[in-house]
């Protein structure tokens, strides 16, 4: 019983920078490892980021790695993606999931709607 809901999601220039937000109910939030996940259309699942649950332990996709930046704020039980250097390649539907720390979508157990990153040409 973990509801999240993405935002920040949409229309940015190729280069720019974008930062999604995800907000979590419920009291156990710190419990929980954090990930980000995209997907484009006719592709599959892709793994972003994910941050432990202490905020102390994450693991970024080689694709993204040095552009987006993964945090928490377990106080306000919301995880961020800052998204830099934004390329055309980054768009896609990108959704935050609760679950177990790794890279694959199978260790998160609650997923939120999604909210749709486009990086124009």
């Known amino acids: 019983q973990v509801p999240l809901v993405e935002s920040g999601g949409g229309l940015v220039q190729a280069g720019g920078s974008l930062s999604l937000s995800c907000a979590a109910s419920?009291?156990?939030?710190?419990?929980?490892?954090m990930g980000w996940f995209r997907q484009a259309p006719g592709k599959e699942r892709e793994f972003v980021s994910t941050?432990?649950?202490?905020?102390?332990?994450?693991i970024t996709a080689d694709s993204v790695k040095g552009r987006f930046t993964i945090s928490r704020d377990n106080a306000k039980n919301i995880v961020y993606l800052r998204m830099n250097s934004l390329k055309h390649e980054d768009t896609a539907v990108y959704y935050c999931?609760?679950?177990?720390?790794?890279?694959?979508?199978?260790?998160?157990?609650?997923w939120g709607q999604g909210t749709q990153v486009t990086v124009s040409s």
């Open positions: 419920g009291r156990t939030f710190s419990q929980y490892a």
């Open positions: 941050i432990g649950g202490s905020g102390q332990t994450i």
């Open positions: 999931a609760a679950g177990r720390f790794g890279r694959r979508p199978s260790e998160y157990a609650y």
